[in-house]
């Protein structure tokens, strides 16, 4: 199958991108860092650099590699955790907007399914839960797959020692549930730890 991944050279999109190609699929990765295309191309995967709200250049190649299944790991989140709530408008538009773009896009290229992150816990009532609503409701609408991740945690994460409160989930067995839920129809799948009973 042919698998285009928007945000994927993110913690989790580079996690995702080995179990994909060991499952045989043909990999197209989305990033808009232009260094970033010989990690792709090493990886075995065919880089496309574009920024997700030139919505033109996004569609044009999207429909040029053709993919089956879209799969969306965008985010705008910063390195350093402390930074994460003054940036979260950043975050909340690549939610949206970039969603909204990265559907126009998947449909133009006549891809049969959307699958998009998201998140396991509540936010707090404001701009980043509506975010979240959203790009829900929008991944839903188009008949995809929202895919309701635990806070990640290991290598690359912001607990890449300690692992945080549940909901929560291991960056590599969220790759591995995420390609899981290729055979999963429409809807929400939640990807997080079983909870020990307290």
Partial sequence: MRIFVAGATGVLGRAILPHLIQHGHRVGGLTRTPSKAN??????VVPFVCDVFDQDKLTGIVCSFRPGVVIHQLTDLPDDAS???SKSADNARIRVTGTKNLLHAAHAAGASKVMAQSVAWELPWGPA???VAQLEALVLEAHGVV????????????????APAHPRVHVEAAAIASVR??????GIVLVKDAEEPG
């Fill in 39 to 44: 990690y792709l191309r090493g990886a075995g």
């Fill in 83 to 85: 930074e994460v709530n």
């Fill in 129 to 131: 839960a509506d975010a």
């Fill in 147 to 162: 895919l309701r991740y635990g806070r990640l945690y290991g290598p690359g994460t912001y607990y890449p020692i300690h």
């Fill in 181 to 186: 839920a290729l055979r999963s129809p429409s």
